[in-house]
Nanobody, 117 residues
Framework: QVHFVESGGGLVQAGGSLRLSCTCSRSLTRIDAIGWYRQAPGKQREVVATIYSDGNIIYRDSVKGRFTISRDNGKNTVYLQMNSLKPEDTAVYYC???????????WGQGTQVTVSS
């Protein structure tokens, strides 16, 4: 089963930026889709962005124009650049093999993102 390690979270003021990293235990070229997900306290985990092996990308409506997902196959790493952060973006962010409709890998520890107003 594929595993991921997330990093890059932190505390930032509203309007600030963070870049999250997700390092995969196997080559990204062998994974069909990788998603960034987030879970806020008391809420269900939701998908934020998905990048497919063919390069196609899908974003959650609330992050369009602010977040950018990308990958570096040579480093087996997927990134999430988050700009113009809002307090409602506060959550633990995870990555995994999957999309909005399915998830196949093991969940990691995630990385905490806290946006202060």
């Amino acid at each position: 089963q594929v595993h991921f390690v997330e990093s890059g979270g932190g505390l930032v003021q509203a309007g600030g930026s963070l870049r999250l990293s997700c390092t995969c235990s196997r080559s990204l070229t062998r994974i069909d889709a990788i998603g960034w997900y987030r879970q806020a306290p008391g809420k269900q985990r939701e998908v934020v962005a998905t990048i497919y092996s063919d390069g196609n990308i899908i974003y959650r409506d609330s992050v369009k124009g602010r977040f950018t997902i990308s990958r570096d196959n040579g480093k087996n790493t997927v990134y999430l650049q988050m700009n113009s952060l809002k307090p409602e973006d506060t959550a633990v962010y995870y990555c995994n093999r999957g999309t909005a409709d399915w998830v196949r890998g093991a969940w990691g520890q995630g990385t905490q993102v806290t946006v202060s107003s």
